[in-house]
């Protein structure tokens, strides 16, 4: 068990008492260095970053709470938070009997772990002109922390340290200026070594979507990538863009990645070129607004932590035209069969089964229905693009929205299963030649007008929460969901995976069969993070509810009510433990 | 409703042909290239062609010309390559955002929502149109009609 450093003040020993609980609660992200993250899985009652450990299992082998006991799960305490547009979209941190978590407009919260009692509130000023131009806005994923500090990237393209002690800003560094190019940072940071490293908005924005690394202690900016043509030494890339289509690719690295110390080397994946779609069609070689394969978006790119230098690439969708982007954060690191592979699930809906050189290994499909291409090889290879002309198009799939999404799968050690939320649905589309959209203040360059369907041959858009073999994709169990789950899962050592649905359920199943145990409905629908950790050696599980990410923004739409009367500004933390 | 399906079979893979676009074209063969200096990792990659040079590395002062000032301003542009992620069908279905074809607010909320937003839930685009193009959006959404 962690010991805390309590710092008494002065000589109030009547209050001592009472001041070691609080005091010493808040020692906890003072004391988080390298090494802790570096062994973050040896601490399974802390949730130290975004993804839980580097390997972004999205697991914990806590195991008070399993299967035999958690029929008796109930509300422990809840946390609301204020100005919640777009719901909770984010992941919380527990560490060493603290949660802090973040909220829509850069605020930060640090509540006692067991109690709920809040030790401090921040609030970023913001330049709130600038977030009202904002599209993708004003959530924020989630933050990171060491150091003493809190970390979390701002709307208007700051990094902010805040004191985890004292909750006050202890610095702010710009990395982005916001207030011309419209974009900054929505994605949680990920701390490696000495270095705090944070991906922007890209995708839809007529800019090169850097992902920064900064010194975590001093604030000083140490590097940037830019995802869209590289950096100066990467000059091939910019050779990948036909024209000028380079300065406005678009790209960006909004979720946060993963970290292979052995090798050490940063695994993360970067977003969508724009325009989204391509009327040149199967031109694209040489025609259309963006010529080329369009390095290095709709990629997994490997970093040097300490320079940002590139050390590997695989491209997941050459010339991306479907808005097929690589950026969800999760880098699975498994072994199997005596050999290391790292699985990166993608929004086309395959999986990527790297080895650790970024290597195309296998690549499986999630989802069924999937007809952008006939296949991807195992080594990665497109065969048989569906590249669409400037023209009407039925069914194309999957949808926008991605055959799998930025909400996180999980991996179990025990069980041996990768579970995650795969997407049925498709969208009709037209493509349009338009000018091309270079005035970031106007944001997004989407290139087609589009609306959601059911695939051809089904009678409803849906998903299932599959259990499989993260390397083979054998299926061991698949739970189909009528409405989409768009929340992260989380499965432990107490064998239980839970799912945080749209329709506001929150369901634990059995993870080895899938079998549902417990459930209960925490008020609106989920649309981020799920944790596990303990407090005072009680273990409890925290969860985000809200709604209204741009995907979930649909479902009034598609799937009628509750989802079409969910309140647009509210999220609550809510927090269950045995009784 | 959520069914359970235990030791499910295992999905089969549906993907439709190539669609029925008759000048659908393979893409060109992945050529490998032993030479990549740069990638750690061999792979197949497409050799693009040369492009043009290249200007130096872009600042943020350089970025290209503004659409509010090009001539091309095109309502039906702005409303596929921006509008339409949220509005979807053209505006003619909901989505993410409301449908805006027979949409009951008066042409001046609308324009007043496209130039101010609403917190939280639409950006404010007054910075990237100019009231006279903001007009034009509205006379577009105005004449929308179903397909």
């Known amino acids: 068990m962690k010991r805390w450093k309590t710092q008494l003040a002065g000589g109030a020993k009547a209050i001592a008492a009472a001041a070691l609980v609080c005091v010493a609660s808040q020692a906890g992200a003072a004391d988080v260095t390298s090494d802790r993250l570096l062994n973050a899985a040896g601490e399974p009652g802390n949730w130290m970053m975004y993804h839980g450990t580097y390997r972004s299992w999205h697991y914990s082998a806590l195991d008070q709470v399993n ?39 850069n605020q930060v919260y640090a509540l006692d772990g067991a109690t709920g009692q809040m030790l401090w509130t921040y609030k970023q000023k913001l330049n709130e002109d600038l977030v009202a131009k904002q599209t993708h806005s004003p959530y924020n994923r989630g933050l990171a922390a060491a150091y003493g500090n809190i970390y979390i990237g701002t709307l208007d393209g700051k990094l902010a340290a805040i ?119 199967p031109d694209w070689a040489t025609n259309g607004p963006r010529p080329g394969i369009n390095l290095y978006t709709t990629s997994v790119v490997l970093l040097d932590p300490d320079t940002g230098k590139l050390k590997g690439y695989w491209q997941e969708v050459p010339h991306d035209a479907w808005d097929y982007d690589s950026s969800i954060g999760e880098f699975m690191f498994v072994e199997q069969g005596g050999k290391k592979y ?62 799998l999404s930025w909400n996180a799968g999980s991996y179990n050690p025990k069980t041996k299963l990768f579970y995650r939320v795969g997407y049925e649905w498709c969208i009709d589309l037209e493509v349009v030649k338009t000018t091309p959209v270079l005035e970031p203040m106007a944001q997004l360059n989407i290139g087609a007008e589009f609306k959601f369907v059911p695939a051809k041959g089904e009678d409803r858009m849906y998903a299932h929460v599959d259990a499989r073999d993260p390397v083979t994709g054998k299926v061991s169990f698949s739970i189909h969901y009528d409405v989409p789950p768009h929340a992260s899962l989380l499965s432990t050592g107490g064998n239980l995976l839970f799912v945080p649905g749209a329709d506001g359920i929150l369901r634990a199943y059995d993870a080895s069969n899938g079998k549902l145990l417990w459930s209960h409905n925490d008020g609106m629908g989920h649309n981020g993070g799920i944790i596990t950790y303990t407090a005072k050696g009680k273990q409890y599980i925290a969860v985000m509810t809200g709604w209204g990410s741009l995907v979930g923004d649909g479902y009034g739409e598609w799937f009628g009510e509750p989802y079409a009367s969910y309140p647009k500004d509210a999220g609550v933390l809510k927090v269950f433990a045995l009784p | 409703m959520i069914k359970l399906d235990i030791g499910a079979r295992v999905p089969v893979l549906r993907v439709a042909a190539a669609s029925g676009i008759a000048c659908a074209l393979w893409m060109l063969p992945l050529a490998g290239s032993a030479d990549e200096p740069k990638a750690a990792t061999p792979m197949t990659r497409y050799e693009p062609p040369k492009a043009a040079p290249q200007d130096s590395e872009v600042k943020t002062a350089d970025q290209p010309a503004t659409a509010a000032n090009a001539a091309e301003f095109s309502a039906r542009g702005i409303f596929t390559s921006i509008c339409g992620l949220c509005h979807q069908a053209g505006g003619r279905k909901q989505g993410a955002g409301p449908k805006l074809m027979d949409d009951p607010k008066s042409d001046e909320e609308l324009f007043n929502r496209i130039k101010f937003g609403k917190p939280g839930r639409m950006a404010a685009f007054g910075s990237a149109f100019n009231d006279d193009q903001i007009k034009q959006l509205v006379a577009y959404i105005r004449s929308l009609k179903p397909r």
């Not at chain 1, 650790?356 to 499909?365: D, E, G, Y």
């Open chain 1, 342 to 403: 790292v699985v990166h699930p993608s929004k086309d809906g395959f999986v990527y089964v790297y080895d650790r050189q970024a290597n195309p290994q296998k690549v499986w499909p999630f989802v069924k229905n999937i007809n952008f291409v006939q296949s991807i090889k195992d080594d990665g290879t497109l065969v048989g693009r569906r590249d669409l002309r400037e023209g009407k198009h039925d069914n194309l799939c999957p949808a926008i929205a991605g055959g």
């Open chain 1, 67 to 105: 299967t035999a006991n958690v029929g008796r799960l109930q509300e422990a305490w809840s946390h609301v938070a204020s100005r919640a547009y777009r719901g909770l979209q984010g992941f919380p941190l527990a560490i060493d009997g603290v949660v802090y978590y973040s909220s829509p407009y």
């Open chain 1, 163 to 281: 004191d985890a002690k004292t909750g006050k800003l202890n610095w702010e560094t710009k990395l982005i200026n916001s207030e011309k190019l419209t974009v900054g940072f929505t994605g949680a940071p990920l701390v490696v070594k000495d270095v705090v490293i944070i991906g922007s908005q890209g995708g839809e924005w007529p800019y090169r979507g850097p992902i920064f690394g900064v010194n975590a202690k001093t604030g000083e900016e140490l590097w940037h990538f830019f995802t869209v043509g590289g950096n100066d030494d990467n000059g091939d890339a910019r050779n990948t863009w036909g024209g000028d289509s380079w300065k406005t690719g678009g790209g960006g690295g909004w979720m946060a990645g993963a970290y292979d110390p052995e090798t050490n080397t940063v695994w993360w994946g970067t977003g969508n070129p724009a325009p989204l779609y391509d009327w040149a069609g």
